[in-house]
């Protein structure tokens, strides 16, 4: 058992370490049941709640969500077209984030992926150092039909 003012007390029966709590005026809380003997201690419960919560909403606040936004392109998107979204993907990573290209085939343009490169790289000349990492691109095409 573990006092209130954090030394250990030692081993003891349940109720003589409610007793000495309730002298206290505070609340014995099990810290490890799974230990042998249990691990208690005496503390004020509502305080250590309070303590916690204030805690994880810090923590939370601080706590910042990445966000993947996904702009698909069809081989025969046209260049003003491109132009516009690689605004918007310049400004999803100015915000802080992630953006996905996929380019989407309809029926038979699946077939032959010079289609696919040429709309990628017609993508990838409008930036001056593309955004994505050095790990290479990853090729992922929906088909529709």
């Keep these: 058992m573990i006092g209130a003012d954090g030394q250990q007390v030692g081993v003891m029966q349940t109720y003589e370490a409610m007793k000495m709590a309730e002298e206290l005026g505070l609340e014995l809380v099990e810290v490890n049941p799974r230990s042998a003997p249990p691990v208690c201690r005496i503390m004020d419960f509502g305080k250590f709640k309070y303590e916690t919560s204030k805690k994880e909403k810090a923590s939370r606040k601080h706590q910042s969500t ?12 046209d260049d003003h077209d491109l132009d516009f979204k690689c605004k918007h993907i310049r400004r999803f990573l100015a915000e802080g984030n ?18 696919a490169r040429r709309c990628s790289t017609s993508s990838s000349r409008r930036w001056a150092r593309p955004p994505w990492s050095s790990s290479g691109q990853r090729w992922k095409a929906a088909a529709w039909s």
């Design 66 to 77: 990445v966000v993947i936004k996904e702009i698909k392109l069809r081989p025969k998107t």
């Design 98 to 115: 992630k953006c996905r290209l996929v380019i989407v085939f309809r029926g038979r343009e699946i077939v032959t992926r010079r289609l």
